[in-house]
């Protein structure tokens, strides 16, 4: 390092660690993957699929971050983040791959920070506000829960990007799960007043979790391929896991999921959605330069 | 015509990205870790670099790749790629028994067998179904997890009850 200023020798040319203090400048999650698509599949509908899931796991991440110096032990903080991180790889991957399948070649950051909210594809469970810690505990074992089972679906889907994402999104969905169920059951099964907490979390994300289940135009011809999972498709699977966690933490059994209909995913949103992307957009955009 | 690279080029390039270490683990190789996958030198003589990532939002991935290219660039090479390898997913049994043997020298208790699951939905858990690691300081077996998750995404918390020194453990996936 030259001199005696920082900011020169963290910006120079260096061997050592220092030449990573402004980031590597390395964008493409997909380097060197073949990218071909699957014979007979629409371009546009399976990019439009891979933002559904990328955003998913985008928005998902972003509101998991806000747990960060406020979760009620750090242990939990350090947990929420790790989760956080993993969907923000599945998101990057996801979203890169849209870029290529739509032929614009769109790279993850443009996806992710110079949309707007209505063009977003996100479920609007993921985007729910924060709430309490029960909220996290309840809207993460709903969303890992469902995540879980899509992806072990879509291993074997006829595109073989997607395949492999969804193969490795499995081994870390699994302990996502597994973290929100041994809090529903500590929580459900503790004091009186958790429980109370956990009766008013699952009372708020239960009329949210029907639009998981509802199926779009795009999933349904994709799914007729053999490219995507129809997410109507394991709607029991899904239901029948968090009955057994719900009778396990002594909470009354679920109630069916309601009939959702599709909003998100068209890019009709809550209003929670467009202040989270404000605080996720806000670097990149007062930035455009930046690198990272 | 098609030339044979001769085998000592990539024998020196596939040396070079092998010896590349982790960020995180620095007492480990990109070799130890189990994801180099593969080198190649291909017909126009550029170096063709396969690895894979440990973890979806691994963010070291994007160091070792530049890192890799720089390494190889170093021994005589000035065409090198690095690709990126999805399938089939990176599972913690790669790690070689040399990165098994220097995790537990530095203190970090290696991961034992990753989970095998079957075809179909992952069964639900209601219990911690994981194996308790060794201390990697006593050896003794009498040790308990702090936290499933650490300050990294592969790691997981533990003390151990016999000498009572906590130790971080490379969890089973």
Known sequence: MSGDNIFTGLVEEHQGDARWAFGTGFTDALAGVDTTLPAGVDGADLALYCQMLGDDALVQAQRLVQWVTDAPELEEEVALANIALDLLGQARLLLARAG????TGRDE?????????HEFRNVRLTEAPRGDFAHAVVTLLVLSGQRLALFGRLADSTDPVLAAIAAKGVNELAYHREYAVSWALRLGDGTPYSHERMVEAVADVWPLTGELFATHPVEARLAAQGAAVDPATVRDEVHAVLTRVFTEATLAAPAPFPEGTVAGRDGRHTPALAPLLD?????????PEATW | MVTATPVRDVERARAAAAAVTDPELPMLTLADLGILRRVEIDE????QVWITPTYSGCPALAEMRVDVDRAVRAVGFDAVRVRTELSPAWTTDWITDEGRRKLTEHGISPPGAAPRRAAGPVPLTLLPTRTVPHCPLCGSS???????????????LHRCRACLEPFEHVKEI
């Open chain 1, 100 to 103: 290529q399948a739509d032929g």
């Open chain 1, 109 to 117: 950051d443009a996806f992710a920070y110079r949309r707007a909210a």
């Open chain 1, 279 to 287: 605080e996720l957009q806000k670097v990149a955009r007062e930035h």
């Open chain 2, 44 to 47: 126009e003589g550029t170096v």
């Open chain 2, 142 to 156: 009498d040790t308990e997890e702090l936290s499933r998750f650490g300050a990294t995404s592969c790691k997981s």
